[in-house]
């Protein structure tokens, strides 16, 4: 079982020592700054640590993120001060960046908001992990008091579009859980993933009540949720060693894609055995509307590899992004090499689980793609992450591009087309650390850009409108408008 306390070291960015290998100018594919120019920029934060999670938005213009932070924490002009060590966070941008809303989620042990999702009226959805006690809504008509029945339990929660808590819910474990994804469904509802050890319960107390049992040091569980956040089913994804789901989308026919990670052998209930290529693999699982399991798919080579994200299209088809180490197969089909250290990979799977098509990027040090997101009918997507060193994206591609990191990390932005080939890229200058967490695309083609860094960091770097950002304290959150 791991300790909560460990917690503490995934809310930090990867230290790693680097040298500056860029010339400070901004690299394009096919024009990334005339495609997406920047239309503002802004941080949040204090004078410790502050992490970035994720983002959403909705049809309107507005823009949800989240995260966690210690002590004390400012997003515009509202600042929230933890209750506890670690305490998550919510807020709610305008589409020119004015805030609307801002909020803590935590008591005095460690909190955190993993994931965050919006639906269709402006509500969001958020989810995470908390330990102890903690009061949500505290003072409204909904106040919710949620208890851990383990060393830490998983939540989720609802806030409507003006903040105001709607519902929350915790799954308790005889260990320790924690909701690592969070999808909105689009009939109100949403869909769950994350990770527990021990004996973990969802829906206590309800007609769908479901204890599940992890059979090795932690198993991964997948689960889906009403409008009003009652469970409808919880599914477990086990085997004899540690297993996690890292990410989720709701699929149209009412089921889930689960992208997650996995060691030795993975034993799904109602699919077939994988087996594990290297240190750490990962599996890609489509869930029906009832649960039943419906393909699952194998993903890894000989070293590590790590999930990043997940999309279903209108189609049925899936879209998966993460990074490898070395060599990374993709459902028996397709086998990418990296350039150097770690690569990042996207991939297209048909709706029965068939590789359609796998792409990587990176150069000689390392890239890790951290979110994926669908920006049209037809499969195109915007990819962030962050790399170390010049990184190739596009390799082969006409719009080919090598983007040179300004400091020991920086961010990258990459729009794709339906078939994985790059369109455009674009990067931060930082003078420390920053790294991509966030993406919300909108219909107009523009997109919200979130994640965090260390020092200061500049986007649109030798244009008129360029914005450079200074961190409060140890670790701050960018949030970045682009595109047209």
Same mark, same amino acid.
């Given at each position: 079982?791991?300790?909560?306390?460990?917690?503490?070291?995934?809310?930090?960015?990867?230290?790693?020592?680097?040298?500056s290998t860029g010339d400070g100018g901004?690299?394009?594919?096919?024009?990334?700054?005339?495609?997406?120019?920047?239309?503002?920029?802004?941080?949040?934060?204090?004078?410790?640590?502050?992490?970035?999670?994720?983002?959403?938005?909705?049809?309107?213009?507005?823009?949800?993120?989240?995260?966690?932070?210690?002590?004390?924490?400012?997003?515009?002009?509202?600042?929230?001060?933890?209750?506890?060590?670690?305490?998550?966070?919510?807020?709610?941008?305008?589409?020119?960046?004015?805030?609307?809303?801002?909020?803590?989620?935590?008591?005095?042990?460690?909190?955190?908001?993993?994931?965050?999702?919006?639906?269709?009226?402006?509500?969001?959805?958020?989810?995470?992990?908390?330990?102890?006690?903690?009061?949500?809504?505290?003072?409204?008509?909904?106040?919710?008091?949620?208890?851990?029945?383990?060393?830490?339990?998983?939540?989720?929660?609802?806030?409507?579009?003006?903040?105001?808590?709607?519902?929350?819910?915790?799954?308790?474990?005889?260990?320790?859980?924690?909701?690592?994804?969070?999808?909105?469904?689009?009939?109100?509802?949403?869909?769950?993933?994350?990770?527990?050890?021990?004996?973990?319960?969802?829906?206590?107390?309800?007609?769908?009540?479901?204890?599940?049992?992890?059979?090795?040091?932690?198993?991964?569980?997948?689960?889906?949720?009403?409008?009003?956040?009652?469970?409808?089913?919880?599914?477990?994804?086990? &085997?004899?060693?540690?297993?996690?789901?890292?990410?989720?989308?709701?699929?149209?026919?009412?089921?889930?894609?689960?992208?997650?990670?996995?060691?030795?052998?993975?034993?799904?209930? &109602?699919?077939?055995?994988?087996?594990?290529?290297?240190?750490?693999?990962?599996?890609?699982?489509?869930?029906?509307?009832?649960?039943?399991?419906?393909?699952?798919?194998?993903?890894?080579?000989?070293?590590?590899?790590?999930?990043?994200?997940?999309?279903?299209?209108?189609? &049925?088809?899936?879209?998966?992004?993460?990074?490898?180490?070395?060599?990374?197969?993709?459902?028996?089909?397709?086998?990418?090499?990296?350039?150097?250290?770690?690569?990042?990979?996207?991939?297209?799977?048909?709706?029965?689980?068939?590789?359609?098509?796998?792409?990587?990027?990176?150069?000689?040090?390392?890239?890790?793609?951290?979110?994926?997101?669908?920006?049209?009918?037809?499969?195109?997507?915007?990819?962030?992450?962050?790399?170390?060193?010049?990184?190739?994206?596009?390799?082969?591609?006409?719009?080919?591009?090598?983007?040179?990191?300004?400091?020991?990390?920086?961010?990258?932005?990459?729009?794709?087309?339906?078939?994985?080939?790059?369109?455009?890229?674009?990067?931060?200058?930082?003078?420390?650390?920053?790294?991509?967490?966030?993406?919300?695309?909108l219909e107009d083609g523009s997109a919200?850009?979130?994640? &965090?860094?260390?020092?200061?960091?500049?986007?649109?770097?030798?244009?008129?409108?360029?914005?450079?950002?200074?961190?409060?304290?140890?670790?701050?959150?960018?949030?970045?408008?682009?595109?047209?």
């Amino acid at each position: 079982m791991r300790p909560y306390a460990a917690l503490l070291g995934l809310l930090l960015l990867c230290a790693c020592d680097s040298e500056s290998t860029g010339d400070g100018g901004l690299a394009d594919a096919d024009g990334g700054e005339a495609a997406a120019p920047l239309r503002w920029a802004l941080s949040a934060g204090g004078a410790e640590y502050d992490f970035a999670a994720g983002a959403a938005a909705r049809s309107g213009g507005t823009c949800a993120i989240a995260g966690a932070f210690q002590g004390s924490s400012r997003f515009g002009g509202r600042e929230l001060q933890s209750a506890g060590d670690w305490d998550g966070f919510l807020a709610l941008y305008d589409g020119d960046g004015g805030l609307d809303w801002a909020l803590g989620i935590g008591g005095p042990g460690y909190e955190r908001v993993w994931a965050v999702d919006m639906l269709p009226d402006g509500s969001v959805l958020c989810a995470g992990a908390f330990s102890g006690e903690m009061v949500l809504g505290k003072g409204e008509a909904g106040e919710t008091r949620l208890v851990a029945t383990g060393a830490a339990d998983a939540f989720a929660a609802r806030y409507s579009a003006q903040g105001s808590l709607v519902w929350a819910r915790s799954a308790g474990s005889s260990a320790s859980a924690w909701a690592r994804a969070a999808a909105a469904s689009a009939d109100g509802g949403c869909v769950l993933g994350g990770w527990f050890a021990g004996r973990l319960t969802l829906g206590a107390g309800t007609p769908a009540e479901t204890s599940l049992e992890a059979s090795g040091q932690g198993d991964a569980f997948v689960a889906r949720l009403d409008a009003g956040g009652a469970l409808l089913w919880a599914r477990r994804i086990g &085997g004899p060693g540690d297993v996690e789901c890292r990410a989720v989308a709701a699929a149209p026919d009412g089921g889930l894609v689960a992208l997650g990670r996995f060691t030795g052998q993975l034993e799904p209930d &109602g699919g077939p055995a994988l087996q594990s290529a290297g240190e750490r693999d990962l599996f890609l699982a489509r869930f029906g509307p009832q649960g039943q399991l419906g393909w699952i798919a194998p993903i890894g080579g000989p070293d590590f590899d790590e999930p990043g994200s997940v999309a279903v299209l209108a189609d &049925g088809s899936v879209l998966a992004a993460g990074s490898f180490r070395q060599r990374c197969a993709l459902a028996g089909a397709a086998e990418l090499v990296s350039a150097g250290d770690w690569d990042v990979f996207a991939a297209r799977f048909a709706p029965d689980g068939g590789l359609v098509w796998a792409r990587r990027a990176g150069g000689s040090r390392g890239e890790h793609a951290h979110v994926l997101r669908a920006v049209d009918s037809r499969g195109g997507f915007l990819l962030t992450g962050w790399f170390m060193g010049p990184a190739v994206l596009g390799p082969g591609d006409p719009g080919e591009v090598t983007l040179q990191p300004t400091c020991s990390a920086d961010a990258f932005l990459a729009r794709y087309d339906e078939d994985g080939r790059l369109e455009w890229a674009r990067q931060s200058q930082g003078s420390d650390m920053v790294s991509g967490r966030g993406l919300a695309a909108l219909e107009d083609g523009s997109a919200f850009w979130m994640g &965090g860094f260390t020092n200061s960091v500049t986007f649109g770097a030798g244009t008129q409108g360029a914005v450079t950002l200074s961190a409060a304290g140890e670790q701050d959150v960018f949030l970045a408008r682009v595109g047209p």
